[in-house]
């Protein structure tokens, strides 16, 4: 089942009059290439949140029900601030902020990496659980629960995993913070050069409490969403000239991307090409083991 980790909803403000948007797309030996491409055709990966060991009906219920949940509660957050409007009440501010942080979640290498992660503790050692283990096991029994768990439940950690990160999704310390931030809308359109989009299109700062605490995600060709901990710090980015912001946002988005970058045409084409993948992208998984 194709699994959209880059919503359909999010990409639709840049189709152009075709009903399409401008796909660059990294493949064989790296090279970029572009075409026009409908939503549906882009930024999905197969069964990438698929529960391995769940019922034939309950194995897409990730995507089916949680998922789409948190896309469908973004839009009405979205399409106010594409008309100008900052969400107030909380319902609809707690619906962005969980789709904003499902876009850091759930691409297919930070899945990958949560769920090695999450393998690597779930695995380790647990006296008081071997103690258990140990009590129970039958002769014919590994030495160790781990063994154990490997050996007769090898599905279950994977599927652990993917739950696991949808109620990191729902209940994590950033969403408050999120919440909480002071919401701005950019209006990018006085200038010419349009923003892109890619399959990392989240920029945050290091540090979310300090006075550049921000996040940004471009929403449309012409809006960007910013949230900052500071309302000065607001004032100030908001006060740089607007085709600096466009073109620094887009070199981050761009540097971030993996496979995919999105525009309204081809006008960036050799940006893409010599930018692209550059830059490291937000993680709120722990670094790789021996890296």
């Keep these: 089942m194709k699994h959209h980790y880059i919503p359909q909803f999010y990409l639709r403000p840049w189709e152009g009059g075709d009903n399409r948007l401008q796909e660059f797309k990294r493949g064989y030996q790296n090279r970029v290439t572009t075409k026009r491409v409908f939503t549906k055709q882009t930024g999905y990966a197969t069964d990438l949140y698929t529960l391995p060991g769940a019922t034939e009906e309950t194995k897409q219920n990730v995507e089916k029900a949680f998922m789409a949940l948190v896309d469908n509660e973004a839009v009405k ?3 106010m601030m594409l008309s100008g409007q900052i969400p107030a009440d909380p319902k609809t501010r707690e619906a962005w902020t969980r789709f904003v942080l499902s876009m850091v979640f759930r691409n297919p290498e930070e899945m990958g990496k949560f769920k090695e992660r999450f393998h690597d503790e779930l695995l380790m050692p647990d006296p008081k659980i071997q103690a258990e283990y140990e009590r129970q096991k039958e002769p014919d029994d590994p030495e160790t629960f781990e063994q154990w768990l490997m050996t007769n439940r090898p599905e279950s950690v994977e599927r652990y995993a993917i739950l696991l990160m949808t109620k990191l ?3 994590n ?6 919440g909480t931030m002071h919401w701005r809308v950019l209006d990018t359109s006085a200038v010419t050069r349009r923003l892109m989009t890619s399959d990392r299109p989240i920029m945050m700062s290091n540090g979310m409490v300090h006075y550049t ?4 995600l471009p929403i ?3 809006k ?3 949230a900052c901990t500071a309302v000065a710090f607001a004032d100030e980015f908001c006060a740089v000239p607007t085709g600096r912001i466009v ?5 981050i988005v761009v540097g971030q991307g993996r496979k995919f ?9 050799a940006d893409v090409r010599q930018q692209m993948g550059k830059l490291r992208y937000p993680s709120f998984v722990r670094p790789e083991r021996n890296s």
Excluded: K
Excluded at 173 to 178: A, F, S, T
């Design 220 to 222: 449309s060709p012409t």
């Design 261 to 269: 970058i999105y525009a309204q045409d081809t006008t960036h084409l």
């Design 77 to 79: 957050a979205r399409d």
């Design 213 to 216: 605490g921000h996040f940004a």
């Design 247 to 251: 073109r620094e946002i887009n070199r």
């Design 169 to 171: 999704v729902q209940r």
């Design 173 to 178: 310390n950033v969403n408050y913070l999120l």
């Design 224 to 226: 960007l969403f910013l």
